[in-house]
Antibody, heavy 120, light 108 residues
């Protein structure tokens, strides 16, 4: 059974940094692309970033480009999101999601999310 | 960036009725890389449809997707009580992989 568990969320001041982690199990991690998707409370979904199976290709939403960095460690079955220069508008639940394929693909399994609150 | 516009914003129907949800893209979606998700309160989204018309694993056949280019549709043939939720479309043909703003399907 696919299992994705996010961690690292919390309260952070504007301008500071935070690193999210996602521990994956139940599938061959290095065969699949991975994504981060966020959702502000009561709002819609926003794709934040994605990475292909071997870290050869990454993409970012315009709203986070230059501030956030996605990475993965296939040896540890883990996905990461380094978030720098955080803003109030980055406040959201952050979901880790598994891609359906090794590259261009939608998210077929999701974690339960971790809440990031950016506030002074 | 490809902007996705979903309509209607809210759809009020009764169990047993047919639901038709629309997703329109600001530019052609590459290779029909269009997905639909269902989200219930307090839960993570669930993938329903990928490639515009292929059902994801375990999705009942009352859910179907169609369309190409810039116009896509999710149809639920006969609504069950558990289908009342919010539905999002997403294009994953070109980065950034954008979502529509969602359609809320509620019970009439």
């Amino acid at each position: 059974e696919v299992h994705l568990v996010e961690s690292g969320g919390g309260l952070v001041q504007p301008g500071r940094s935070l690193r999210l982690s996602c521990a994956a199990s139940g599938f061959t991690f290095d065969d699949y692309a991975m994504h981060w998707v966020r959702q502000a409370p009561g709002k819609g979904l926003e794709w934040v970033s994605g990475i292909n199976w071997n870290s050869g290709s990454m993409g970012y939403a315009d709203s986070v480009k230059g501030r956030f960095t996605i990475s993965r460690d296939n040896a540890k079955n883990s996905l990461y999101l380094q978030m720098n220069s955080l803003r109030a508008e980055d406040t959201a639940f952050y979901y880790c999601a598994k891609g359906r394929g090794y590259s261009t693909s939608p998210a077929d399994y999701w974690g339960q999310g971790t809440l990031v609150t950016v506030s002074s | 960036e490809t902007v996705l516009t979903q309509s209607p914003g809210t759809l009020s129907l009764s169990p047993g009725e047919r639901a038709t949800l629309s997703c329109r893209a600001s530019q052609s979606v590459s290779s029909s890389y269009l997905a639909w998700y269902q989200q219930k309160p307090g839960q993570a989204p669930r993938l329903l449809i990928y490639g515009a018309s292929s059902r994801a694993t375990g999705i009942p056949d009352r859910f179907s997707g169609s369309g190409s280019g810039t116009d896509f549709t999710l149809t639920i043939s006969r609504l069950e009580p558990e289908d009342f939720a919010v539905y999002f479309c997403q294009q994953y043909g070109s980065s950034p992989y954008t979502f529509g703003q969602g359609t809320k399907l509620d019970i009439k």
